[in-house]
């Protein structure tokens, strides 16, 4: 045999020798993408996940399982909720800081949910049994819409004007009026308030405000107090009035995350608030519908039942109920006036209590909490209670 067929044939008796001790034969590629194992590559869905509120934004979330434990972990300062779309499907509260678990619902589909207090905040939860296929491709989105957090402006809106009078919430016994005057994509608010809570610590009594959205368009009655504590809290409100669509703030950011910045609210029983910004879409679409609230927040504690005055808010459990509760309300509604309205009706649960300054225990907690937030310029976001001023 020549040389050259030696080296033809090595390769043969080579595999040939393999083959009598035992050595794997090579299996060909095709039989590797076996049913099973495309099976086991596709994703599937989990019994547990978890979704994290940071900054006013919900993380996303894998795709779960029917009845899956999905636990919600709140970075932020203020409390929020995982409220589905879908009535019924999931409802939680997640306080500050602080966690809460919802259970996917049992028939699959995506569910998206928001929060009930930040109209600005938007998430979905995709349900999928664990045996379905991988899905075909989906179409093309649709483009999304502004970020929540810097709504789009209601570019090309109408000269209109709209007017409330604020009502008395929560025996508050203060009044006041308010004027809001669209042009194009420009709000301008003026406000008069009186008999608000005065101070605390020695210093003016902060009352963040904002025009409230997305809800039923009115003001809370005495039945909302569920809690049946003599207290109408925000939470108890956001039913009746919606989740914050503009901060009425005296200086800076008017987004639904200035909310519960305290440093820059109304002080005081009494003020004039004026001040023209860009309204966003959502908020402009309210005050057409005439479903935009205004609510002003922060109570007198001496005026509450006196359980009540012991109760810390459920926003900000460092402070008392009353600071973060309703004290004014009003539903703005379309007017050719040009001037402010006058004064309005009291609504909401009333006490019997004295109207007399904020003193003792429950004042020092605003003033510490409160204190601290104007120090250090910080915001914390009102939820079940808010304490806010138009």
């Known amino acids: 045999m020549s040389r050259k067929s030696r080296l033809l044939l090595a390769p043969v008796v080579l595999m040939g020798a393999l083959a009598l001790v035992g050595a794997p034969a090579m299996a060909a590629p095709s039989s590797l993408l076996t049913a099973s194992s495309m099976t086991a590559l596709r994703s599937s869905p989990v ?6 509120i940071k900054n006013y934004a919900y993380s996303a979330a894998p795709a779960v399982a029917p009845g899956a434990k999905i636990t919600i972990m709140n970075q932020d300062t203020v409390a929020h909720t995982v409220t589905s779309d879908t009535a019924g499907a999931f409802d939680v509260t997640v306080p500050a800081g602080g966690s809460a678990t919802i259970t996917a619902p049992a028939t699959a589909g995506s569910y998206a949910f928001h929060c009930n207090f930040h109209s600005n905040m938007h998430g979905s939860l995709v349900v999928q049994p664990a045996e379905a296929a991988a899905p075909a491709p989906a179409p093309a989105p649709a483009p999304a819409p502004a970020p929540a957090s810097a709504p789009a402006p209601a570019a090309g809106a109408a000269t209109a004007s709209y007017q409330a009078n604020l009502g008395a919430i929560n025996g508050s016994n203060a009044s006041g009026s308010v004027m809001v005057s669209v042009s194009g994509d420009q709000a301008t608010v003026t406000e008069k308030v009186s008999g608000l809570a005065e101070t605390f610590g020695g210093k003016p009594y902060p009352h963040v405000q ?8 009115t003001c809370p009655a ?6 049946g504590d003599g207290v109408i809290s925000t939470t108890e ?13 005296t200086s800076g950011d008017t987004s639904p995350a200035a ?5 820059v609210a109304g002080m005081g029983s009494s003020f004039t608030y004026q001040r023209t910004f860009t309204l966003n879409a959502d908020t402009a679409a309210s005050l057409k519908a005439g479903t935009a609230v205004v609510v002003v927040h ?6 509450l039942p006196a359980a009540a005055q012991k109760e810390p808010s459920d926003l900000v459990p460092s402070l008392p109920l009353a600071a973060t509760s309703p004290a004014l309300c009003g539903t703005l509604v379309a007017s050719q006036m040009t001037s402010m309205p006058g004064g309005a009706p009291g ?3 009333v006490n019997a209590a004295a109207t007399t300054s904020s003193t003792g225990a429950d004042v020092g907690m605003i003033a510490a909490g409160g204190g601290l937030l104007l120090a250090a310029g910080a915001t914390f976001m009102l939820r079940r209670k808010t304490g806010a001023k138009a």
């Not at 019994?47 to 994290?52: G, K, R, Y």
């Not at 909310?259 to 440093?263: I, P």
């Open 347 to 349: 609504t909401g649960v």
């Open 210 to 217: 904002h025009i409230h959205i997305g809800a039923k368009g």
């Open 47 to 52: 019994m547990a996940a978890t979704i994290t």
């Open 222 to 227: 005495p039945s909302a107090d569920t809690s």
């Open 237 to 249: 409100g956001v039913p009746a009035y919606g989740a914050i669509g503009a901060t009425l703030s």
């Open 298 to 303: 922060g109570l007198d504690p001496a005026t």
């Open 259 to 263: 909310g519960t910045d305290l440093a």
